[in-house]
């Protein structure tokens, strides 16, 4: 089955309101008109009406970098399903290792936030990943199947048309350690057949897995190159245009 590559672009905690525009600005520029690969980007949440505004038009999709499970209330600082949709959203993030990690999200919080974004017609980027102890302890399936196992509890086999999993192994996230190709297919092919077991073939074939960890222009045609790698989730290099744009060519 050919998937359609899946390039999106987590700009974390960084640029200013004028730097978030002007970086979307500059990217309709250079790849606002791709067809061939699916692109989106997922800017700070106050900056998500700016970016809307200047991807306006073009096939830049809008996401944000996580969301709340609860619709509205006593949620201080949380944004809800329905504030990221009006604001022009079609992705979010969910489980990225920095939520994991520095915030403390547990595989169960994530599960309840997957749960929501789906049910309310956001399409969610599942993040999993294993430590760097965790690979060296030969731990690394199982910890990414528990992510994925947990992480999609209840989710039906007929809304993971809705699901991009993300294989970010943490060693390799803003680290400029890039994990080798071989070493990103062989977890790649291993989540597809787990997808096989939990829902079924057809499924597992149908479902995206991008690979996130320094990905960038140079290193990105041998990653989308391998045949269970259908995209990529960058961090740093979503930050400069030509960067993003560099590893957007690679992949068509
Ligand atoms: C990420 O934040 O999802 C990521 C992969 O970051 P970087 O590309 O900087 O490693």
């Not at 672009?9 to 905690?13: A, H, L, P, R, Y």
């Given at each position: ?7 999106a ?5 960084n ?13 309709v ?6 067809d ?15 970016v ?11 996401g ?8 509205n ?6 944004l809800?399903?329905?504030m990221?949709k ?14 994991r ?15 929501k ?12 990943g294993e ?5 060296q ?7 990414v ?9 209840g989710?039906q086999?007929s ?5 991009t ?10 680290t ?5 190709p071989?070493?990103?297919?062989e ?17 597992a074939d ?11 222009p ?6 989308l190159?391998?045949?269970d790698?259908?995209g990529?989730?960058v961090?740093?290099?979503a ?5 993003f ?8």
């Open positions: 089955m050919s998937r359609k590559l899946f390039i672009g987590n700009w974390k905690m640029t200013s309101q004028a730097e978030a525009t002007d970086l979307a600005k500059a990217l520029e250079a790849i606002g008109s791709v061939q690969v699916d692109l989106a980007v997922c800017p700070p949440a106050v900056y998500l009406s700016s809307a505004n200047a991807l306006a038009g073009s096939n830049i999709a809008l944000g970098q996580n969301v709340f499970y609860e619709d209330g006593a949620f201080t600082g949380e809800s399903t329905a990221l009006d604001v022009g959203c079609k992705y979010v993030i969910l489980g990225h290792s920095e939520r990690h520095v915030i403390g999200e547990s595989d169960e919080f994530i599960n309840r936030k997957v749960f974004a789906l049910a309310d017609g956001l399409l969610v980027i599942l993040c999993v430590l760097l102890e965790q690979r302890a030969g731990q690394t399936d199982e910890v199947v528990e992510q994925i196992k947990i992480g999609l509890e989710v086999g809304d993971m048309a809705n699901v999993i993300a294989y970010e192994p943490v060693w390799a996230i803003g400029g350690v890039t994990a080798s071989d070493q990103a297919q977890v790649h092919a291993m989540i597809r057949n787990l997808l096989a077991e939990m829902y079924d073939d057809s499924v149908a479902t995206i897995i991008q690979y996130g960890g320094s990905v960038k140079s290193n990105a045609a041998e990653l190159g391998q045949p790698i259908d990529a989730l961090g740093g290099a930050l400069k245009a030509a960067d744009a560099g590893i957007v060519r690679a992949g068509m």
